[in-house]
């Protein structure tokens, strides 16, 4: 689309500026109907983010103290699982981790229960299925959370690549080179509720963006959840910018040491109240950081209770399990247990590659675990192109994981 830029509206502070475009697509006109042809050639206003490296924000006295309590509960909630789930529990940090992928991921309307996720796991779903999508989203949480130093426009453009593989049309690891609007029509951004900026201002705001990461003269949460309003303003992909801005508020959280080994499920915290969520997006746009710092701090204060009676559930059926299971104490059985914390589907073939083992003593440990009440009686699972194959579910661990996403998904104001 070539697109010819009028004049800008210039606004001080953090409100935005906008700009009027020239909407000319790149579609033939003999190719478009009536109501595309009468918006060519017409004006539209695109956004024009304020840079914030060096801003100084208006934050009230009340919503900074918030949020470092919020950032606080955070960094003992990770002290707590990382000494409670050490050794054994290590599984828990995983599980932490699909838990917030998959949250970040229904926030965008892709919903998928845990079972279809464990199936995912191991190799069982239909590629372009919801849990196709939120193991991607996986893989883009690992990205982000394997990244060291300082936040860089490489270090985004990886997670989306992780975050998009092999969904062309989203251009994988590249900023987009069009333009893009939330809302509205699909042809054109004139009735849109929000126009991000023209693509030739992308990198020069993720670099901005990036520095702003680096400073240490905001309460770290506040930080994280400007960090994400200013990403989301930007809009620099086609396609999964919520669920990539969404990965880079851990990297924060990780850089900046309110987290050092769990992954603190914030996006759960938001899907108890994603109107909420939208709207202090919108308040951000128009100039205030508070509603958007707000709802992060509400966010987080909800994960971790939500997150601590996750603990506590996998706490007490790894105990009930280890008490039934008559196994010796160096039978493989003792190893796949925590195991199936963190990949509550398994296969023999899972479990031999995993530890390590023959066939014959990954079946029997699957037997013994079966016999313990950990898993269930083996079902055969077809997976698209895919030959049958036999799978275990340790279902306990899948009921707790969809108690976890009710809780999420209530809507709560409280914390």
Sequence with gaps: MDETRIDVTQTDGLKLSWEDVTWEPTTPAQAMDR???????????????AAIERMQFEIDPDVAARAEDARAAITRFDAELSAMFDGEF????????????????????ITVGARALSLADVGLAKFGSNASLVQANVEAMNRALELTGSLTPGHILAVHEALMHGQDEADPGQFR??????????????????VPPLDSRIYKSIKDLCAF????????????????????????????????????????????GATTRTTVPVSAGLLSDTDAYYDALTAYRNGDPNPI?????????????????????????????ANNLLARRDAVAWRVLPFLLGQPSVTSKLVQD???????????????LQEAGALS???????????????????????????????????SRTG
Excluded: C
């Design 35 to 49: 109501a595309r042809l009468s918006v060519v050639g017409r004006p539209y206003r695109a956004a024009v983010p």
């Design 177 to 194: 080179d069009q333009q893009v609007w939330i809302g509205g029509t699909d042809y054109s951004p004139h009735r849109a509720d929000f």
């Design 377 to 411: 009686k083996p079902k055969a699972v077809h997976g698209e192109g895919q030959k049958r194959n036999v799978v275990w579910q340790a279902t306990e661990v899948l009921e707790a994981l969809d108690r976890f996403g009710e809780r999420a998904r209530r809507t």
């Design 213 to 256: 990461s680096e400073r240490t003269d905001l309460p770290l949460l506040a930080q994280a959840a400007i960090a994400h309003a200013q990403f989301e303003t930007i809009h620099p992909f086609n396609d999964g910018n919520g669920r990539a801005g969404r990965a880079l508020v851990h990297v924060m959280l990780r850089n900046g």
């Design 354 to 368: 995993t530890f390590k083992v023959t066939q014959p003593a990954a079946d029997n440990a699957m037997r013994q």
């Design 90 to 109: 290590a599984p828990l940090s995983a599980v932490l981790l699909r838990t917030e992928s998959a949250s970040s991921s229904q926030i965008e309307n």
């Design 293 to 321: 710092v707000e709802e992060f701090s509400r966010a987080a204060f909800a994960a971790v209770r939500n997150g601590q009676q996750l603990a506590t559930d996998l706490r007490t059926l790894h105990d009930g399990w």
